[in-house]
């Protein structure tokens, strides 16, 4: 086999890894406020989450040819590689790629590793433009777009990072007070299984609207790097390959749960009863559904963590642990540059080595950075059977990261 085919192979697996963490490390956005009200037991929730995402995943792929494009520049309009990066059959175009996707995949596992949720789309642009960077210098790079039209970094990533939290708090808060209103009039036997059943409809509605998003990332980076390498040769299809591969990938993804993210969420932030959970759930689809009406980029991490702040700030007499969503921010905003930093580390350890040989190296870093994070993470498991605990914050002189739920 050619080094530039190992290469394509090394690729599209650790496309599948990232898609396989993209998966779990979301499950909470839908499912969350669900398994926190008892709306759903643990176990149904995510086998509910990873069906609708298998479903979402094989629904469109519309834009899966050129969302790596929103923020570097290594394609044409038209979703085809640029010609430059073709000169060396496509290996420094494939290097890019399996660097930027090292650098999202160490991201998503240390914050699921710390119970922080945190955007992998983010993630994801962060480890490319790292990489681009290290590739191909400053100019590689979309900034602010081209034109009156506000694109690139800040209009795909910065822009929509610190106004989604805040639109769905205010959309959620609203939500929640007016919920609590009309609640107060009913018995607590039927306003507890109303609003649960409420919550199950907006968390499917997330769940299939997730598939239908995140899956397209993972489907444009491996036809991007099947059209670099020669293997397939039109930009206005995904192969049914790459689909049914990347489909079943974020599906077993979401069905292993990713418990220490949704522990923080669905507990540590506020302690959700159904009405709030189904106003936090409800605000959550209605903002991303807007947002993909009008063209806008929302992650939907950020959007059902501000959802879930919203319902415990309209809530009367609520507690919201401010400290714990401080944690979330800081991750927030360290998503993207230290995705880039690890992406752009990446490319400068595999370019140094050879494509074939350095990208093998950058593989094995990976598999190490992956294996500790998980072995540690088994020091103190969350799985289905604890996820719902009381929130108990581990002692200072032990954790500095108190109150993270790990």
């Not at 499917?204 to 995140?214: A, I, R």
């Not at 963590?305 to 921010?329: E, N, Y």
């Amino acid at each position: 086999m050619s080094p530039e085919l190992i290469l394509l192979a090394l690729v599209v697996v650790t496309a599948l890894a990232f898609d396989f963490t993209n998966g779990f490390h979301d499950t909470a956005n839908a499912m969350a406020a669900s398994i926190a009200t008892k709306a759903l037991t643990p176990k149904t929730a995510v086998v509910l989450c990873a069906t609708l995402n298998l479903v979402g995943a094989l629904l469109s792929v519309e834009v899966a040819l050129t969302v790596t494009n929103a923020v570097i520049n290594l394609q044409n309009a038209d979703g085809s590689p640029r010609p430059e990066l073709l000169a060396d059959g496509g290996t420094r175009l494939l290097l890019i790629l399996l660097a930027g996707l090292a650098g999202a995949i160490i991201w998503n596992l240390a914050t699921w590793l710390w119970g922080l949720p945190s955007s992998s789309s983010h993630a994801l642009f962060g480890g490319l433009i790292g990489s681009t960077l290290a590739g191909l210098g400053w100019g590689g790079v979309k900034w602010i777009g081209e034109g009156s039209k506000v694109d690139g970094v800040v209009g795909k990533v910065i822009l929509p990072a610190l106004m989604s939290p805040a639109i769905a708090m205010i959309v959620a808060l609203v939500g929640t007070s007016l919920v609590f209103k009309v609640a107060a009039r009913l018995s607590e036997r039927y306003r507890t299984r109303g609003f649960r059943w409420g919550q199950v409809g907006a968390a499917s509605l997330m769940s299939l609207s997730h598939g239908t998003n995140d899956a397209q990332k993972t489907m444009g980076v491996i036809t991007l790097a099947l059209i670099a390498s020669g293997q397939w040769d039109t930009t206005h299809e995904v192969p049914l390959w790459v689909k049914l591969a990347c489909a079943i990938t974020i599906a077993l993804g979401t069905y292993l749960g990713g418990w220490r993210i949704i522990r923080t969420m669905g507990k540590g932030l506020v302690e959700i009863e159904p009405p709030q959970g189904m106003s936090a759930d409800m605000a959550s689809a209605s903002v991303i559904l807007a947002s993909s009406q009008l063209g806008f980029a929302l992650s939907t991490t950020h959007v059902a963590t501000g959802s879930i702040l919203g319902s415990g700030v309209g809530r009367p007499g609520a507690q919201v642990r401010w400290g714990v969503a401080g944690r979330m921010a800081s991750a927030w905003l360290t998503t993207l540059p230290s995705a880039a930093a690890v992406g752009a580390l990446m490319f400068v350890i595999g370019n140094s080595l050879g494509a074939g040989l350095g990208a093998s190296v950058v593989v094995l870093l990976l598999c190490g950075a992956g294996l500790y994070m998980y072995l540690h993470s088994r020091k103190e498991p969350i799985g289905h059977h604890n996820v719902n605990d009381d929130w108990a914050p581990a002692p200072k002189k032990n954790d500095n990261r108190e109150g993270v739920g790990v």
